[in-house]
T-cell receptor, first 109, second 116 residues
Framework: GQNIDQPTEMTATEGAIVQINCTYQ??????LFWYQQHAGEAPTFLSY??LDGLEEKGRFSSFLSRSKGYSYLLLKELQMKDSASYLC??????????WGAGTKLIIKP | IAGITQAPTSQILAAGRRMTLRCTQD?????MYWYRQDLGLGLRLIHY???????GKGEVPDGYSVSRANTDDFPLTLASAVPSQTSVYFC???????????????FGAGSRLTVL
């Protein structure tokens, strides 16, 4: 079966750096997405990786290793507003999105 | 402001009743999707439409139906609601449908449905 694994919950301190990991086993691979979802709100797009390596976007970076079936989202200079769930999703061979259950990130002052 | 509008925001429904969740987008996106989100599970695709006039089944289509009469609207109907359909439902759209790479989704604010 197809599977996306990410930690259920993480806690970090304001101003620090946190890395959220995502491992996947899917039938084919056509890209990996990260979305942010604040409590009670809609998911919003953060990043897309289809080739190995690091994509940087301001305080957020996303890394992909296709051979290892692994990605991480790196958040730097954490702010209280970064408290949210972070969803990892992989597009399989049919371009269907397979979603992880999300990682709830709690930021403490 | 361009985006996706869902209605109702929340609804409590008796089991066996029929319910339609509405979804309208004004971005002229070709593809639209309905997902349900349950605690501890990833988003699960119910139905999708790659273009007006066509629909397809997702991972969990049973008990749900959709139609896509035009580009903007994509209603989701529960013909006879059951308690297991209690969930948060998200409508989403993307510029292109399946078969494209960076298929970024824009989501509506969600509809919280409780079936008693």
């Amino acid at each position: 079966g197809q599977n996306i694994d990410q930690p259920t919950e993480m806690t970090a301190t304001e101003g620090a750096i946190v890395q959220i990991n995502c491992t996947y086993q899917t039938s084919g691979f056509n890209g990996l997405f990260w979305y942010q979802q604040h409590a009670g709100e809609a998911p919003t797009f953060l990043s897309y990786n289809v080739l190995d390596g690091l994509e940087e976007k301001g305080r957020f970076s996303s890394f992909l290793s296709r051979s290892k079936g692994y990605s991480y989202l790196l958040l730097k200079e954490l702010q209280m507003k970064d408290s949210a769930s972070y969803l990892c999703a992989v597009a399989d061979s049919n371009y269907q999105l397979i979603w992880g259950a999300g990682t709830k990130l709690i930021i403490k002052p | 402001i361009a985006g996706i509008t869902q209605a109702p925001t929340s609804q409590i429904l008796a089991a066996g009743r029929r319910m339609t969740l509405r979804c309208t987008q004004d971005m002229r996106h070709n593809a639209m999707y309905w997902y349900r989100q349950d605690l501890g599970l990833g988003l699960r695709l119910i139905h999708y439409s790659n273009t007006a006039g066509t629909t397809g089944k997702g991972e969990v289509p049973d008990g749900y139906s959709v139609s896509r009469a035009n580009t903007d609207d994509f209603p989701l109907t529960l013909a006879s609601a059951v308690p297991s359909q209690t969930s948060v439902y998200f409508c989403a759209s993307s510029r292109t449908g399946e078969g494209s790479g960076a298929n970024v989704l824009t989501f509506g604010a969600g509809s919280r449905l409780t079936v008693l």
